[in-house]
């Protein structure tokens, strides 16, 4: 057995950790650029401990999903400020353009020349600036992984920046920024990390550090997504989402995911809908598709058993069966309120082309088995 297990230098989670950050940064540098979203009043405690340690800093807005063109200009500002460091405050959004700013910033040429798919591929050269990554949200673990997703209108896609060197060198994980957020971005970002704890637990590139996170990810998940649904103020399900989000991104950077994300690019590069609803949307539907084709030709593979670990991890029940949890999966995402994609206006018309582009999809070759034009076909369309 071969493995490789690669996460940022160095991780640190507690609720209230982001009040000790001033000499962590310090370290860093003396001018940092701070990416943050749409709303730069909430980086105002961050601010004042960089501002404590004589940190010098700007701000850059990230209002929504990064796009090739925002992080080419979030690059020029931090060279005109001669930023040492760069620190991502905000969503999975917000932290990877800041991933994307920090490397871009060593590395000359334009966003498009390294991106995969759309671009010329070019490998990053250089180490990045060191980045320090934040998140407010508890879903999409990029505070520890090693790509970045970008959205390039003009090919009506997304795809990633990929690169050892986009790893955070410091993951600052505090589970309190989290205590604040909305139901849907609750909903959404929540069902993002347990789709990033399926995936590569199921995937034909797990490994055991990966099964051990992925498990333990999926035991938090289970147990408190529905709860900090209905009460947003428990402080206990907020820590197990923001560890079960870490440890998704954990498991997703050094597994692989799967055909829920292999739809994710091409659907979010189309439609303006939240990558989480995505997720969600499709989750229950290609679990199932899933288990029938590899009990229909790969019997013997090891996601089998795996898809009926899932099921006694979320039902908490031995005995149980891959369907259970598929069951038990589909009943949270309803109960969480995830509508199907035709509320986003994804039609039957969309179907071939998506299928087509998400066959291709980097994401789509870790799935445990391949699945046929039909079956990814029937996927998507139960999931409109
Ligand atoms: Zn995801």
Request: hydrophobic share 40%; net charge negative.
């Amino acid at each position: 057995m071969r493995f490789e297990f690669a996460s940022s230098a160095r991780t640190i989670f507690g609720a209230g950790t982001l009040s000790g950050i001033g000499p962590l940064v310090h370290a860093f540098g003396k001018r940092g650029l701070i990416v943050h979203g749409s709303n730069p009043a909430r980086v105002r405690g961050l601010v004042e401990a960089l501002s404590s340690e004589g940190v010098e800093y700007r701000c850059f807005s990230v209002p929504g999903e990064p796009t090739t063109e925002l992080v080419d200009e979030g690059r020029e500002h931090g060279r005109e400020f001669e930023a040492e460091f760069v620190v991502g405050f905000g969503g999975g959004s917000v932290l990877d353009a800041a991933k994307a700013i920090a490397v871009l910033s060593t590395n000359s040429g334009a966003v498009l020349d390294f991106l995969e798919v759309i671009g010329k591929g070019k490998p990053l050269t250089r180490p990045a600036l060191p980045c320090i990554a934040i998140p407010t949200t508890a879903g999409t673990g990029a505070e520890v992984t090693r790509n970045a997703v970008l959205a390039c209108p003009e090919h009506r896609l997304k795809t990633s920046l990929r690169s050892p060197f986009l790893v955070p060198r410091l993951a600052l994980v505090d589970p309190e920024l989290t205590y604040g957020l909305p139901k849907s971005i609750t909903a959404f970002t929540g069902l993002d990390a347990l789709t990033q704890l399926i995936e590569p637990f199921v995937s034909s590139r797990a490994n055991p550090m990966t099964d051990a996170v992925c498990r333990e990810g999926l035991c938090r998940v289970a147990s408190s997504l529905q709860r900090v649904f209905e009460h947003g103020d428990d402080t206990g399900g907020r820590s197990d989402m923001a560890m079960g989000s870490l440890f998704g991104g954990l498991a997703l950077a050094n597994s692989a995911l799967g055909v829920v994300h292999g739809f994710a690019g091409p659907v979010g590069g189309q439609f303006p809908i939240p990558h989480g609803a995505i997720c969600a949307a499709l989750l229950p539907h290609v679990m199932e598709i899933n288990v029938q084709a590899l009990n229909e030709r790969a019997p013997e593979n090891p996601a089998l058993p795996r898809y009926e670990e899932i099921a006694r991890i979320v039902t908490g029940v031995d005995g149980t069966t891959a369907f259970d949890g598929i069951a038990w999966v589909a009943k949270l995402c309803s109960a969480l309120q995830i509508g199907g994609l035709r509320t986003y206006g994804v039609t039957e018309n969309d179907v071939p082309a998506l299928v087509e582009k998400a066959a291709h999809a980097s994401s789509t070759k870790g799935n445990p088995v391949a699945l046929t034009t039909a079956e990814m076909t029937e996927a998507l369309s139960r999931a409109l």
